[in-house]
């Protein structure tokens, strides 16, 4: 089995762990989407080492244990046209600007083979396409957004765009900002830098690690709105990270607003009592995910060279916490 066949993972159990647990649910807790019974079966079939020999998913672990899991990587399924609901705001002979809604996948991946924007676009290009079998477009993803990140996303439609297009957002030449609601009155701007890599406790999770162990990233703000204990900010991203922006504003302590992966839905600032609790409870609630949404997006386009900008209305979810925000949260300062 070559390399690329497999994904391996090596952990350590740290010295200063004290308590006994199962091999099944220490590995559960480190790999990214696993799950118990898949974590079992691969122990099973010999795919895990714990100190150089197999052991059965109940060893208990002990500080200093070594494992090491070498897992065959299953080829993912085909993706296939599907027709969706897509918001396309912009459309020529090389992209489509999709103003995205909450709720989508950008991508196939594990637990998210279908439905996804790729899908529908799949299906919208063969539609044009008609019955033409020379034309062969398949759209190639850009950028991402994250699952309940609403917003502008552009994606190429032939190989030459999406090379033109990728370069142009590793080489940081482009322009995109995005609204956020979060929690606390930031100063009126600033910058966060820190470097972003997956937690050490979570692996599900990113985080601000110190030392170089993470990847460089750079995030600007700007408060354009403030409330009583919540701010409304708009971002400029000068790097790319997963979860860039919900990790920045969570480390300097501005939680983006009902994001339940990084300590939004709860109440951080301001009492948490009486009608003002029961307000939040419903607001964070009814929105369902992180108040985020990618406003605008500016770049060259690669065949006219001409520089375009694309913006994109506040969904209605996010509209009605801002709202609700204007009318009983007013800063008195």
């Given at each position: 089995m070559s390399e690329k066949e497999k994904t391996i993972y090596e952990f350590k159990v740290p010295q200063g762990q004290q308590e006994s647990i199962r091999l099944d649910a220490y590995i559960t807790g480190f790999v990214e989407n696993a799950t118990r019974n898949k974590v079992q079966k691969a122990i099973k079939d010999g795919y895990v080492w714990v100190?150089?020999?197999?052991?059965?998913?109940?060893y208990k672990m002990l500080p200093g244990d070594e494992i090491y899991i070498e897992?065959?990587?299953?080829?993912?399924?085909?993706?296939?046209?599907?027709?969706?609901?897509i918001n396309i705001i912009h459309e020529d002979d090389d992209l489509i600007v999709v103003n995205k809604e909450a709720g989508m996948v950008v991508h196939p991946a594990y637990g998210n083979w279908t439905g996804t924007l790729v899908n529908g676009l799949m299906h919208h290009v063969d539609e044009l396409a008609g019955e033409d079998e020379d034309e062969n477009i398949r759209p190639g993803i850009v950028h991402r957004l994250d699952k309940d990140t609403s917003g502008i996303l552009v994606v190429a439609k032939n190989d030459e765009t999406l090379a033109a297009l990728s370069a142009k957002f590793a080489e940081k030449d482009v322009e995109r900002?995005?609204?956020?609601?979060?929690?606390?009155?930031?100063?009126?701007?600033?910058?966060?830098?820190?470097?972003?890599?997956?937690s050490k406790h979570d692996r599900k999770l990113m985080t601000v690690l110190q030392g170089g162990r993470g990847k460089h990233a750079v995030t600007h703000y700007k408060v354009l709105e403030y409330f009583d204990y919540l701010s409304l900010v708009e971002v400029k991203l000068e790097t790319g990270r997963t979860h860039q922006i919900r990790v920045h504003m969570a480390h300097i302590g501005h939680n983006v607003f009902g994001d339940p992966t990084y300590g939004?839905?709860?109440?951080?600032?301001?009492?948490?009592?009486?009608?003002?609790?029961?307000?939040?409870?419903?607001?964070?609630?009814?929105?369902?995910?992180?108040?985020?949404?990618?406003?605008?997006?500016?770049?060259?386009?690669?065949?006219?060279?001409?520089?375009?900008q694309f913006s994109s209305e506040l969904p209605g979810d996010f509209q009605y916490v801002l709202d609700t925000l204007r009318e009983k949260c007013r800063a008195e300062y």
């Amino acid at each position: 089995m070559s390399e690329k066949e497999k994904t391996i993972y090596e952990f350590k159990v740290p010295q200063g762990q004290q308590e006994s647990i199962r091999l099944d649910a220490y590995i559960t807790g480190f790999v990214e989407n696993a799950t118990r019974n898949k974590v079992q079966k691969a122990i099973k079939d010999g795919y895990v080492w714990v100190n150089g020999k197999h052991e059965k998913s109940s060893y208990k672990m002990l500080p200093g244990d070594e494992i090491y899991i070498e897992l065959p990587i299953a080829p993912p399924p085909e993706a296939k046209p599907e027709e969706l609901d897509i918001n396309i705001i912009h459309e020529d002979d090389d992209l489509i600007v999709v103003n995205k809604e909450a709720g989508m996948v950008v991508h196939p991946a594990y637990g998210n083979w279908t439905g996804t924007l790729v899908n529908g676009l799949m299906h919208h290009v063969d539609e044009l396409a008609g019955e033409d079998e020379d034309e062969n477009i398949r759209p190639g993803i850009v950028h991402r957004l994250d699952k309940d990140t609403s917003g502008i996303l552009v994606v190429a439609k032939n190989d030459e765009t999406l090379a033109a297009l990728s370069a142009k957002f590793a080489e940081k030449d482009v322009e995109r900002t995005y609204w956020a609601i979060v929690w606390g009155t930031p100063k009126e701007e600033g910058t966060i830098e820190g470097d972003i890599g997956r937690s050490k406790h979570d692996r599900k999770l990113m985080t601000v690690l110190q030392g170089g162990r993470g990847k460089h990233a750079v995030t600007h703000y700007k408060v354009l709105e403030y409330f009583d204990y919540l701010s409304l900010v708009e971002v400029k991203l000068e790097t790319g990270r997963t979860h860039q922006i919900r990790v920045h504003m969570a480390h300097i302590g501005h939680n983006v607003f009902g994001d339940p992966t990084y300590g939004g839905t709860s109440v951080r600032y301001g009492p948490n009592t009486g009608q003002r609790k029961v307000m939040f409870h419903k607001l964070i609630t009814g929105l369902g995910r992180q108040a985020l949404h990618a406003k605008t997006l500016g770049f060259e386009h690669p065949k006219t060279g001409e520089t375009v900008q694309f913006s994109s209305e506040l969904p209605g979810d996010f509209q009605y916490v801002l709202d609700t925000l204007r009318e009983k949260c007013r800063a008195e300062y």
